[in-house]
Structures are given as structure tokens and as C-alpha cells.
């Protein structure tokens, strides 16, 4: 059994930053990938960055440059740091855990945090 536990989110005007943390909890799992996606009201939940557990990072076009995606193998943490944020922003932020366990592979999400980006 795997637990994600989502942290982060909040209200910060345009040109601020936030950072997300999630945290897989539990045992007898091996984390692969991770990612995070993002739904804005009336949208489609849509990719924001993902890591390999090499550390190699994917970033959509919107937010290259001021999203920095990074994890800790060893407490099997996610981050993603978001700086000069925009409005457009704005959405429900979920985790996306990859994991194999006994041999077979499963995904995780998590509950999902509110980023707001508002003057």
C-alpha cells in the first residue's frame, strides 16, 4: 500500500513562488517515476513536469523556466519549485507516483493541492 502526501499549495500574487512537496509512504515498493500534473476549473487534468529516478526532467512549454521539478530517492520526496508565477497557473495540483512492487507496476495519485495565483 502507497500513500502520497501532497503539501504546498496556497494563495501568492503573480511574480511569487510556491513549492510543492510530495511524499510516497509505505513499504515493499520501489518508486520508478514521478510527476505532477495540474487541472484548472472546467479543464482536463494536464502534465506540468515529470522525473525519472535518474533525475532526468521533463517540463511542458508553459512552465520551462520557472518550474524546477527535483525528488529525493533516498526519502522518496518530490518537489516542484514554481517561481515567477502567473494566474494562468492557477489549478488543482496532483502528484503522479510510478511505482514496482513484487514485480508489478502500479500508479498513485495524490489528493491535490490548490495553487491560486491572484493579485
Known amino acids: 500500500q502507497v500513500e502520497l502526501a501532497e503539501s504546498g499549495g496556497g494563495l501568492v500574487q503573480p511574480g511569487g513562488s510556491l513549492r510543492l512537496s510530495c511524499a510516497a509512504r509505505?513499504?515493499?515498493?520501489?518508486?520508478?517515476?514521478m510527476a505532477w500534473y495540474r487541472q484548472a476549473p472546467g479543464k482536463q487534468r494536464d502534465l506540468v513536469a515529470k522525473i525519472t529516478g535518474g533525475g532526468s526532467a521533463f517540463y511542458v512549454d508553459s512552465v520551462k523556466g520557472r518550474f524546477t521539478i527535483s525528488r529525493d530517492n533516498a526519502e522518496n520526496t518530490m518537489y516542484l519549485q514554481m517561481d515567477s508565477l502567473k494566474p494562468e497557473d492557477t489549478a488543482l495540483y496532483y502528484c503522479?507516483?510510478?511505482?514496482?512492487?513484487?514485480?508489478?507496476?502500479?500508479?498513485?495519485w495524490g489528493q491535490g493541492t490548490q495553487v491560486t495565483v491572484s493579485s
Open positions: 509505505g513499504s515493499g515498493f520501489r518508486v520508478v517515476a
Open positions: 503522479n507516483v510510478q511505482i514496482v512492487s513484487m514485480s508489478f507496476r502500479d500508479e498513485y
